[in-house]
């Protein structure tokens, strides 16, 4: 007589692990993202707030305004100074005062000899990266890697130039630089590869980015393939 019931608990339970697994589908990725910003917030604050007076605190403002036995945790006030403080700082360097100050600034940093060099790498970088005249990661690429018949993602950084680009000339074909992820993303290495042999992607920067984070978990939505593969490059492989 009891044995209808198996089948029916066993049901019960397969229900309600379908829809613990759903749940968890949506609950872990708004919960990691959550915890990802309240984090980066927390670090922004632990960085800016210092360097604030004691007297002009969020907590000792909120103290004096509430009364002394009002505590209020506030967060957010490290990234709110960073916001203001960095326009504040564009705008002064946008100046003929500003720009007299930071020439001034640089040629004190250029005098000394590890601290110049450590400057100048991460301005490089940050121009190169918000210097809108300038494209760089704006294209995925296909790339054979680490040997023949094995293929990568990577971005399409910025030509090559000075003597990097006349020594890649000299060694043969149109030469492009492409960094090439890895998973988790955490590194990557810089190739320079014949552009010829490179295969341009219609997928996005965002959507190859989270491809190479999610280890091939996570494909971008499926897109008409074009006629014909943009230059530079060639057919993507079969």
Do not use: C, H
């Not at 918000?130 to 790339?143: G, H, I, P, R």
């Not at 010829?196 to 965002?206: A, H, R, T």
């Not at 091939?216 to 393939?225: D, K, Q």
Request: aromatic share 10%; charged share 20%; glycine share 10%.
């Amino acid at each position: 007589m009891n044995e209808p019931s198996q089948p029916t608990r066993r049901g019960f339970l397969a229900s309600l692990r379908a829809s613990f697994l759903t749940g968890l589908v949506v609950v872990l990725p708004v919960g990691l993202t959550i915890y990802v910003v309240w984090a980066a917030i927390g670090w922004i604050d632990g960085w800016i707030l210092p360097l604030i007076p004691a007297a002009y605190q969020p907590d000792v403002l909120i103290r004096d305004w509430f009364g002394p036995d009002y505590e209020f945790p506030v967060r957010g006030m490290g990234v709110l100074v960073f916001l203001i403080g960095t326009i504040l700082v564009g705008w002064l360097a946008k100046g003929l005062l500003g720009r007299s100050i930071i020439r001034k600034g640089e040629d004190l940093v250029n005098r000394m000899p590890i601290v110049r060099s450590i400057y100048g790498a991460l301005k490089q970088v940050a121009e190169t990266f918000f210097n809108k005249k300038e494209q760089s990661f704006d294209k995925v690429v296909l790339v054979e890697f680490p040997r023949p018949s094995s293929w990568a993602l990577g971005f399409l950084s910025t030509r090559p130039k000075g003597e990097l680009a006349a020594r890649l000339a000299a060694l043969g074909p149109d030469m492009s630089a492409v960094f090439v992820g890895l998973t988790p993303f955490t590194s990557g290495m810089l190739l320079f590869v014949p552009t010829k042999d490179l295969v341009v992607m219609d997928m996005g920067v965002d959507d190859a980015a989270k491809l190479i984070v999610s280890g091939g978990l996570v494909y971008p939505m499926p897109r008409e393939a074009p006629a014909k593969p943009e230059s530079p490059g060639r057919s993507a492989p079969r």
